[in-house]
């Protein structure tokens, strides 16, 4: 039996440990005015650069969750 698993919003593309990473980058790039490379992260991870902005410009909405509940998002 073949196991699949379509990435979708059920089934995100990227971990939670790695959307935190990504948040933490981009909080730090605003508060110092700058523009968030995603190629460094993208190539060590083995993603496409696009896919890490679009998590994050549209936020993975199950992992935002439980950073509200952790208490790490407000």
């Given at each position: 039996m073949k196991v699949y698993?379509?990435?979708s919003r059920y089934n995100p593309?990227?971990?939670f440990e790695q959307y935190k990473v990504l948040r933490e980058r981009r909080a730090k790039a605003k508060a110092n005015k700058q523009r968030i490379n995603y190629r460094p992260l993208a190539e060590a991870w083995g993603l496409n650069p696009m896919h890490l902005a679009s998590a994050l410009h549209r936020g993975i909405k199950q992992y935002d969750?439980?950073?509200w509940k952790?208490?790490?998002l407000q």
């Open positions: 698993s379509k990435p593309g990227i971990t969750y439980l950073l952790s208490g790490e």
